[in-house]
Each structure stands twice: as C-alpha cells, then as structure tokens.
C-alpha cells in the first residue's frame, strides 16, 4: 500500500502513531476482522459500533436459522408443483405475462388450496419464532454491555450531571443561578455540587467563528512565505490578497499583517461577547453537577415538580453531542414543534415522489431543450443526446434523492431535541419508513400493477389475483438489488475510492498547512443516520420474502455477513466516532425489526387469502404475537437501556472528576479561554466546593 495513503485506510493507527500493518497481502484485513473480539471492538471503536455489528449478526442468525428450514422444505415443494404452467394454459392470449425456472422456486409455482401450502404455514411460524427467540438473547446481550461500560473505571463528565429545562421565570430579587441553587441544594443538600447556567452564545460563537477563520488563514499565509524562502529567494515572498469578494476584487494586502490586525481586533471583542454571554443571555436551562454518580443517576428517574411541564429533568447529554441552540426551547413550543414535524415527514415520506416525478420530467431533452434554448444547438449533436438522455433524469432523480437525509436531519433537530445522537436516531427513524414505503412497497405495488395492465382493463375484478401472483417474480428485481448493495456498495466502502480520491485532490490543491491537511483525511464515525435505515430495507425485504420466495435468503445472508467482515474493518481502523451514545441505538433497530416482520406476517397472510387456503386463518395470531412481544420487550427492556439503573451507577465508581474538568467539559467551546472556562467567580466557587468537599472527607476519616 502507498504510505501516502494510510491516513485514508488506517486513520486510527496515525491518530495513535502505530505502524500500518506491512503485509502485502489484500486479504490480510479479513484476519484481524474475525480474530477481534467484540471486546477489541468496544475499547477502539465504542459500544455504539459494537451494537451496530451486533445488529448484523442478529441479521444474520435470522437468516441462516430461516434459511434452514425455508430452503430445504419450501423450494423442493415449490419446483414440482405446476401452479405456472396450468395458469399460462388456461390464461393463453389474455395476459403477455411470462414465468421462468426462477419464479417455480416461489410459492407462486404452488396450486390454490393445495395442501403443500401447510408447509408455508409452518414456515411462517418458524420465522417469526427465530426472530423473537434471537431478538430476547440479543436484548439481553446489549444490557450486559451497557452495565459493563457503565461501571467501568473511566468516569465520564455525562455520569455526574443532569440537564434541567423549563425552569420558571427568575423570582423578584435572585439571579438565575441563585434560583437553580437553591432549588436543587434543598432536594439534595449532601450531594449537589453546583449549576452552570445554559446561555444563548449565538453573538459569542459567531465571534469565535470568525477568530478561528482569521487564525487558520493566518497559518496558512506564514506557511507560504515560508515555503517561498526555500524554494524561490532567502527573503522570500510575503503572501496578497485582495479583500473584497472571493479574493477576486478589493484592495491587494500583505495577508500576513492583514490577518494579524484581524485577530488582535476580534480577540477583544470575543471576550467582550463572552462576558455579555454569561451574565446577560442565560435561559431557562441548566446542568446540574452532583458529587457522586449514584445522585446523578437518581436525579433523573423522579419528578422534581408538582408541574411536570416545569423543572424536567433528563440525564445529561454527552458534552460533545449537545445541541446548544435546543437546550432553550420551552416545553409547549417542542410538543408543537414535534407534532408540527411528524406531519411534515408523513406528507415527506408519503408524496417526496411527486417532486422527483417533476424534476425526472422537467430534465428530459424536450422539456430543456424549452426552457434553455441555446442548449438545442447541442441537443443536435447524437452522442451527446443519447448520453443526456439516458442519464440526465436519473442523475436528476439521485441528486433529489440525496437530499432527502439532510431534509430529515434538519427536521429531526427542528423538534427541540438536545443531544446528536437522539437527533440521528430520530431521522434514522423517518428514514426507514421512507426507503420502506418508496422503495420497497412502490417497487412491489408498481411492478404488480403494470406487468399485466390490459388484463386490469379487461377484468378489473382480478386485479387483487394479480397482486398476490405477482409479489413472488418481484423477488428476482430485489435478489438482484440485495446482490448489488454486496458487491457495489461493500466494494466501494471496503476500498474507501471517494475518500480517498477526495483527500488527494485537497492535499494536491488546497491544504498549504499541517492543520489542512489533517483536516483533509480526519476520519468520521458511522452514518447511522443512512447506514440504519438502508441495512433495515436488505432485512425488511428478506423477511417479507423469506416464506414467499426463499431464494432471496441465501444473498441476504451475504450481504450480512459480508458487510459484518468489512464494517468490522471499518471499526477498528477507520471510522473514529464523533460521539458515544452507549448502545442506545438498540430499541431504535428492534423496534424496526419487528416492524419489519409485522409487515412480512401481513404480506404472507394476504398471500395465503389469495391462494384460497382454506386454513389461511392459522397465520391471522402472528401479528398480534409480534405486537405482544414487543410489548413485554419494552416493559422489561427498554427503561434499563435509556436509563441507568441505580444497581448499575453504585458499581464501579472508581474516581470522582475535578469539578472544573466538569465545568469545562460542559461549557461551550466558544465560551472557553485558553480550552477552560475563564470565570473567576464561578471558578472561586468551585475552589470553594472542592476544598469544603475535602475537609468534610478528612473529619470522616478521623
């Protein structure tokens, strides 16, 4: 490998400046993937890469059990069954529909009423009992892990804080702080630490933006007068620019002095912002700082007012995760803002179509030819319309598409949500339900419905006949879809080509400076935003067609355990997390995947009516089961995975952090001086509270 290239495959080995491995063999990686043990997985990637890839050997324990039983029992069934030939026979010249070899390894090829189809019903009993069985183990799995990480010995700033919202309007005489003092002092006056007031920083980080901008500009200008004295003349040449817009117009400065002038008049002015931000822009939200895990923990399971909209109280957000802007949004304005935003996802994920339908027809040839007519001159040309036409509107389509997770997002942090990670779940949440219903039901319902459009015409009572016969031929378009998503999709994450493509290009370019050029190749953690949603579609779609047409088994089991391999890859040696939620995304996929397999026992049970069984009625309990289950999966579950239980916090709590390292961690950066919180009355406090806090422990002791 080119050593110019590893901080793109092994970013994690630069980060800690280990060596890359030497072996020149190309699979060499898949050695230390399957040697790694999910503990390896945890200490360098995080639990919440750890769940991620847990969730793929889910996946996969469901297929493989499903396939076991679906392969073996339903395919010799199907292929010496006749339901095919006898419906071409007597259909002849009413219908153009054709049927392959492929299609008689479906329940399709099976006769109505035949009592073969009780060996489907069997079959969609087993996979829903594999599912749930798999589900409680991993369930229980993922809260070992969670009580493990949590009584570790690493303290973290999050386990010894709350975050309090809608605090009432600040009583005549008090400031804000003395008000969240002496409230929460007199609910827990041995183990309250002290508050930090959440502040409207928008003046002051706007300030802070523009120093940190002027500062790297500055870098990069020294560099390149640096660079001029080695390469061209020992005086070298001072870097210009012009000042007015692009650097395109203006006046032609030294950017040297220019940039120094900048920061020695914006620093001042930041540390005025600063201050106005502390004492005069706070809101109504505060951390509250404990001296103890277990109070913390407490503090967040009970009720801290007679009026729940006041004083709530949630368990402190990771401080690199936080939403500042969220943090003050009252309570009614987010219950508004929540309902406001599920109508704009239903009407989103229900209708994106119709404007994808518009842009796909405003870009075909005819329609631009209109609109810019220069371009008709070009259109006369051969090659170049036939390249427009074949791909113009499906460039068009993709470019929409891609919107659509930055939509989502934007939506998800329009709900008043505070921390990144309950943002990322929420829009991963909207996302599978879109890619469900635009992709997989629009594919199946469209592809029904216009395979055999004139003989809709002809019997329009048969149109429900012909939706339940053609729901297993759409099998041959998602086998082919799951099979590219395996060789495409995990070959160009596996290789990493637009990164790395992408790093060269700024290295080549742009980066002048160390910083550039680090900020070029500074890995990211996973999307689970896209990753999620996409990998629930291979699953939504392989349960739905596991009983129906159980030849889509063998590639899903691919694409899970393939991409189980290579993202175990990704996690030790190239995506770095931006945050830790703790594994908090497990209830987000398990809920997802029963919604997947309440789909498919919905899908099955209209089949069957379709084939006339007579015992079809025999399916009509698993979807009510699959409601059941996770209805006792979430009593027994999901508290202790969004919370931590006080057995947990009483565990392991090893070594309480400084006060002003919490402070710090939870002060935004844009409020910090030389990387800490420079506030001499606050910190003369926490002095103050550290020092009684060691004097009460020395009386103890003696």
């Not at 991620?52 to 039983?69: D, H, K, N, P, Q």
């Not at 303290?155 to 919202?165: G, H, M, N, W």
């Not at 945050?579 to 996929?589: C, D, F, L």
């Amino acid at each position: 490998m080119n050593p110019g290239n590893r901080v793109i495959y092994f970013p994690k080995r630069v980060l800690k400046e280990l060596d890359a491995p030497k072996s020149r063999n190309p699979l060499a990686w898949t050695v230390e993937a399957l040697q790694a043990t999910e503990d390896d997985i945890i200490s360098i990637a995080g639990l919440d890469a750890a769940i991620y890839l847990r969730f793929f050997t889910t996946a996969l324990m469901i297929m493989i059990f499903s396939a076991g039983v679906c392969l073996l029992l339903l395919i010799p069934l199907s292929v010496t069954d006749t339901n095919y030939r006898t419906t071409l026979e007597q259909a002849k010249n009413k219908t153009s529909a054709t049927y392959d070899d492929f299609d008689k390894l479906a329940m399709g090829n099976i006769q109505q009423d035949s009592n073969r189809l009780w060996a489907f019903v069997i079959a969609g009993y087993w996979v829903s009992i594999v599912t749930y069985i798999v589900l409680w183990k991993t369930y229980k799995h993922v809260l070992r892990l969670r009580a493990r990480e949590q009584t570790s010995l690493e303290s973290k700033p999050e386990q010894f804080a709350i975050l309090v919202r809608d605090i009432p309007p600040v009583p005549t005489g008090k400031t804000r702080r003395e008000q969240v003092d002496s409230f929460f002092g007199m609910l827990y006056p041995e183990t309250f630490e002290r508050s930090l007031i959440v502040t409207d920083m928008s003046q002051a980080d706007k300030v802070w933006t523009e120093l940190k901008g002027y500062r790297k500009k500055l870098a990069r200008a020294e560099v390149m007068f640096e660079t001029s004295r080695t390469v061209k003349k020992p005086e070298g040449t001072r870097p210009l620019h012009r000042t007015g817009i692009l650097g395109l117009v203006g006046k032609n400065v030294d950017s040297i002095d220019f940039y120094n002038e900048k920061i020695k008049n914006v620093s001042p002015k930041l540390k005025i912002k600063q201050k106005i931000t502390v004492t005069e822009k706070q809101v109504a939200a505060a951390f509250i700082i404990f001296n103890s895990r277990h109070a913390a923990t407490a503090a967040t399971q009970v009720l801290h007012s007679q009026l729940a909209h006041t004083w709530t109280v949630m368990a402190a957000p990771e401080p690199r995760q936080i939403v500042w802007k969220n943090l003050a949004i009252p309570f009614y304005q987010r219950l508004i803002r929540e309902n406001i935003v599920y109508i704009i996802a239903f009407f989103v994920i229900v209708f994106y179509m119709i404007p994808i339908a518009f842009i796909s027809a405003l870009t075909t040839i005819e329609n631009l030819s209109k609109i810019v007519p220069f371009l008709k001159g070009v259109m006369e040309k051969t090659a170049i319309k036939s390249i427009l036409e074949a791909y113009l509107p499906q460039l068009a389509l993709i470019l929409f598409l891609n919107f659509l997770p930055t939509i989502l997002m934007f939506l998800s942090k329009a709900e008043g949500i505070p921390s990144e990670s309950l943002v990322v779940r929420a829009s991963s949440g909207k996302y599978f339900y879109f890619i469900v219903f635009n992709v997989f039901l629009g594919v199946t319902l469209a592809g029904t419905l216009f395979q055999s459009i004139k003989l809709v015409e002809e019997e329009p009572n048969s149109v429900v006949t012909l939706l339940g016969n053609s729901l297993p031929p759409n099998a041959s378009f998602f086998i082919s879809f799951v099979a590219l998503k395996v060789f495409v999709g995990y070959g160009l994450e596996l290789s990493l080509l637009v990164p790395l493509v992408i790093y060269h290009a700024k290295k080549r370019f742009l980066c002048k400076t160390e910083a550039e050029l680090q900020e070029a190749w500074a890995p990211s953690g996973f999307d689970y935003a896209t990753r999620v949603p996409n990998d629930m579609l291979i699953f939504t779609v392989a349960l739905c067609y596991a009983v129906i047409a159980p030849m889509i088994l063998p590639f899903t089991i691919l694409y899970f355990a393939v991409g189980w391999l290579v993202l175990r890859n990704q996690a030790l040696n190239v995506y770095v997390p931006s945050y830790e939620s703790n594994g908090r995304m497990w209830p987000h996929m398990h809920t997802r995947i029963l919604a997947a397999l309440f789909l498919s026992q919905i899908t099955m049970i209209g089949y069957f009516s379709i084939k006339k069984f007579s015992y079809s009625a025999l399916l009509i309990p698993l979807p009510f089961v699959s409601l059941a289950f996770g209805y006792v999966c979430r009593k027994c579950f999901y508290t202790s995975c969004c919370i931590i239980s006080l057995e947990v916090a009483c565990k392991g709590e090893k070594e309480v952090p400084s006060l002003s390292s919490l402070i710090d961690a939870f002060t935004p950066p844009c409020l910090l001086v030389d990387d800490e919180f420079n506030d001499v009355e606050q910190y003369e406090d926490a002095h103050s509270a550290i020092l009684s806090r060691s004097t009460s422990s020395d009386t103890s002791n003696t």
